[in-house]
T-cell receptor, first 113, second 112 residues
């Protein structure tokens, strides 16, 4: 079945550092890919998405490119802030009627001032 | 626009007891999902409804879990009897048809 693998955390960075969180997937067909974020004490929020190969999703300075050849969707940000501290989840959804999300295990990001 | 509402936010029960969770999706959203998120893991789908019909319940432990969505709006998820391994956050999400999913705040269940 479908699966998502993302790098384990926690990832600890200083403010203004460059961020990469790796994500690879296994799926049949052509899934849509997502990054969700969970801030402390809050619910899951969609951060960005890409629906086909070579698409780049972007939001709030974060970017991720759908790479079908490497089955990857790595999350990047050029300069992190303390307010970016959260847990980040990579996810995919299939096609057809079953659009439930398959999530990775999450990566906790801690940004220090 | 109001988001997905869930209640209760927290619940503590003893093993073998029963418990129920309630979800009110965003108005007009036909698709509703229940996910289970065990500490340290990503959410895992339990059941997907389209209006009041079940689309996918392949990962729902049907010997103890049940869910319904009467009238295609609110939904309840029940566990009877609960086990220690059911301790988790139960997330409800809704979407317009098969579009972006919006998540509620979750119900944190602790089974002692």
């Amino acid at each position: 079945g479908d699966s998502v693998t993302q790098m384990e955390g926690p990832v600890t960075l200083s403010e203004e550092a460059f961020l990469t969180i790796n994500c690879t997937y296994t799926a049949t067909g052509y899934p849509s890919l997502f990054w969700y974020v969970q801030y402390p004490g809050e619910g899951l929020q969609l951060l960005l998405k890409a629906t086909k190969a070579d698409d780049k999703g972007s939001n709030k300075g974060f970017e991720a490119t759908y790479r079908k050849e490497t089955t990857s969707f790595h999350l990047e940000k050029g300069s992190v802030q303390v307010s970016d501290s959260a847990v980040y989840f990579c996810a995919l959804s299939g096609t057809g009627g079953r659009r439930a999300l398959t999530f990775g295990s999450g990566t906790r990001l801690q940004v220090q001032p | 626009e109001a988001g997905v509402a869930q209640s209760p936010r927290y619940k503590i029960i003893e093993k073998r007891q029963s418990v129920a969770f309630w979800c009110n999706p965003i108005s007009g959203h036909a698709t509703l999902y229940w996910y289970q998120q065990i500490l340290g893991q990503g959410p895992k789908l339990l059941i997907q409804f389209q209006n009041n019909g079940v689309v996918d319940d392949s990962q729902l432990p049907k010997d103890r879990f049940s869910a319904e969505r009467l009238k295609g709006v609110d939904s309840t998820l029940k566990i009877q009897p609960a086990k220690l391994e059911d301790s988790a956050v139960y997330l409800c999400a809704s979407s317009l048809a098969l579009g972006e999913q919006f998540f509620g705040p979750g119900t944190r269940l602790t089974v002692l």
